[in-house]
Nanobody
Framework: QVQLVESGGGSVQAGGSLRLSCAAS????????MGWFRQAPGKQRERVSV????????SYAISVKDRFTISQDNAKNTVYLQMNSLKSEDTAMYYC???????????????????WGQGTQVTVSS
């Protein structure tokens, strides 16, 4: 079992920045990838960014590329999402997720991930 706790969400004006954190605990040795997903009201949960356990490979949704940066501190078992130049369309609940299945790559759909945090709300006003 892995427990994930997100923090760092809030309300910000368009153009502003936020940094989300996801602290992992439990059986983290099984982790293959960590991901950030988001879900806006009435929409499906979508991948924002993912990172391999060793931090070598990252991937971003086109909508956030060059604005968001995923990183991790393995000593702290924490994954971060630095979000810059925020737009109103970034408003959503943001979730951290843990992939323990070994696909040889980081999954891009929610079903690829086994553990989830409770989410942190990000609201961007224009």
């Amino acid at each position: 079992q892995v427990q994930l706790v997100e923090s760092g969400g809030g309300s910000v004006q368009a153009g502003g920045s936020l940094r989300l954190s996801c602290a992992a605990s439990g059986s983290t040795a099984s982790t293959k990838c960590m991901g950030w997903f988001r879900q806006a009201p009435g929409k499906q949960r979508e991948r924002v960014s993912v990172i391999t356990r060793d931090g070598r490979i990252t991937s971003y949704a086109i909508s956030v590329k060059d604005r968001f940066t995923i990183s991790q501190d393995n000593a702290k078992n924490t994954v971060y999402l630095q979000m810059n130049s925020l737009k109103s369309e970034d408003t959503a609940m943001y979730y951290c997720a843990d992939q323990i299945r070994n696909f040889g790559y980081c999954g891009s759909t929610p079903s690829d991930y086994s553990y989830w945090g409770q989410g942190t709300q990000v609201t961007v006003s224009s």
